[in-house]
């Protein structure tokens, strides 16, 4: 070793461009979460689970314009979409849910979000929004389908003006759907890291109470508790608040309304809820 | 059929924590007949609703698809499947150790439950035909998910896929599709043996028994004849 060392100059610089700080980020990872959702700027392989369910969906869609149009009757009205399609909305969720939050613990990224300016709740927030937001698009786009070909089909200014407001009023449906799966699947997802656990967990949790909540309403007849059984199951709950609010009669709930939509709130209330409380801890 | 490959497949699947992932399912069923027992729930209530709706259609499926995809697929996943595939032992009888292993887990996980809820629910005669249906269903069940463990890397959706969208909407619906359908197999062969009219499905038991064997004899086929070209990729997408 010489007696002049140097150190040389070699260039290294700063970082002095504009930071986008924490709201840009969190954006930035709903967007992120959306595109996972339906595998866009990912290979095939990441597309053809998400798109099947989509394809199925929209199958449906497309069968009830066909039918309306050849025969004049409503086969598939706007709001009864999100409950015919629910059990593909769950296959959706099984596969998207653990695709957003499993991953990042199974690959172990998550102290590389933590240690940038977001918050952890920033974190859980955005994927929770992103799932709602791509379960809600999977059923109201197969709706818009139902929209347009009746529109078209009706002819006049007021038939499609009745279309658009049946089709609004189908978009409410979805979102209470997609609230009500959504903020329970994420819940699920983000205590497993395995994907396929993630998966299996989440059609468990949804699956298991749907025969009881049959066997409860069969046994209870006309009394209370035939209507306060749906209660109990996520496929059921959101259609209870749809009966209450528009008055359908795919369900009997009596005068229980009010306690769908207060059920409703408190559920997803809690799965945010919980789900925050799991991202103190980066692992499991 | 490998003793040591066995022990081991049986050791990785229910050896660790999330093996107690299992309990919740069954325990479930049985507290529920018993709770609808309790209400006042008639037999047949309790053997459609219950052991068929839940047992049959969501406890069988779902576990021996957990097991099923698990012993093999887990294995794939991260890896240490090259340490089975290069020792000298024929591909054959990988497959059947990991398929007796799933199919004894998911058989005793599904129809131990199965009959201790049919006699907590006063039909035990039911449960016994329904438990022995369970294990025939196991059998099926596992070398349909070993199969599909082994031909994709994404073994657990599409097999809920075909347990949710095949089974679970469309045999509703279109009755043709029945005769594809395990959990249709399962309600024939238990309708056989026990003679009891609670249940019912709408082909028979000789389809049910012979389509079983034909789904057992070509999934394990299958699983074979993939492991022996088998190519160990890297994780993608």
């Known amino acids: 070793m010489s007696d002049t060392s140097v150190i040389h100059d070699i260039g290294y610089q700063r970082y002095a461009g504009a930071r986008l700080g924490r709201a840009y980020a969190v954006r930035a990872l709903f967007e992120h979460g959306l595109r996972v959702a339906f595998g866009l700027g990912r290979s095939a392989k990441a597309k053809i689970f998400p798109w099947i369910v989509v394809g199925l969906v929209t199958l449906l869609a497309v069968i009830a314009v066909a039918v309306r149009a050849q025969t004049g009757e409503t086969f598939l009205p706007y709001q009864e979409l999100p409950s015919v399609a629910s059990l ?18 199974r690959n172990q990224t998550l102290p590389l979000y933590f240690s940038r300016p977001i918050k952890r709740s920033d974190y859980a927030l955005a994927k929770f929004a992103a799932l709602f937001t791509a379960s809600w698009l999977l059923m109201a786009g197969p709706q818009l389908l139902l929209f347009a070909g009746s529109a078209f089909s009706t002819g006049t200014g007021a038939g499609a003006w009745a279309e658009a407001r049946g089709m609004l009023g189908g978009w409410v449906v979805s979102a209470l759907y997609a609230l009500v799966f959504s903020s329970v699947s994420v819940l699920v997802a983000s205590l497993a890291s395995r994907r396929a656990f993630a998966a299996g967990a989440i059609v468990v949790v949804f699956m298991v109470t749907t025969p009881v909540v049959g066997l409860l309403i069969s046994l209870g007849g006309d009394g209370n508790l035939a209507k306060l059984a749906p209660l109990a199951s996520p496929f059921l709950l959101p259609e209870g608040v749809r009966v209450w609010l528009y008055h359908a009669d795919s369900l009997p709930i009596g005068s229980f309304g009010p306690l769908y939509a207060l059920v409703t709130v408190l559920l997803t209330a809690a799965c945010t809820l919980l789900l925050l409380l799991r991202y103190r801890k980066v692992s499991l | 059929m490998n003793l040591t490959i066995a022990w081991i497949t049986l ?18 069923l049985i507290g529920i007949t018993a709770v609808g027992k309790a209400i006042g729930a008639q037999p047949d209530e309790l053997a459609e609703d219950v052991l068929i709706g839940m047992g049959v259609a969501v406890l069988l499926p779902l576990v021996s698809l957990i097991v099923g995809t698990g012993v093999l697929g887990s294995e794939i996943d991260d890896g240490t499947v090259v340490h089975i595939l290069t020792k000298p032992i024929p591909r054959s009888r990988i497959i059947l150790a990991k398929l007796a292993v799933a199919t004894l887990v998911s058989a005793v996980v599904s129809a131990v439950p199965m009959y201790v809820a049919a006699a907590v629910g006063g039909v035990a005669d039911l449960g016994l ?51 594809v359908s395990v959990q249709h197999y399962v309600i024939a062969i238990a309708q056989k043996i026990s003679g009891s009219d609670l249940i019912g499905t709408t082909i028979s038991a000789t389809v049910a028994a012979v389509m079983s064997v034909v789904i057992t004899v070509a999934g394990t086929w299958l699983a074979v004849q993939r492991l022996r070209s088998f190519s160990v990729a890297g994780e993608t997408s």
């Open chain 1, 88 to 105: 593909l909305v769950l296959v959706f969720l099984a596969v998207v849910a653990p695709e957003l939050v499993s991953r990042d613990l």
């Open chain 2, 11 to 28: 050791r990785g699947l229910l050896g660790r924590r999330r093996s107690l992932l299992l309990l919740p399912l069954p325990l479930i």
């Open chain 2, 129 to 179: 035909a329904l438990a022995a249906a369970c294990a025939v269903g196991a059998l099926a069940y596992s070398a349909l998910f070993l199969a599909l463990s082994v031909v994709t890397r994404r073994p657990v959706l599409l097999g809920l896929l075909y347990v949710i969208i095949w089974e679970g909407l469309l045999s509703n619906v279109v009755a043709g599709t029945r005769s």
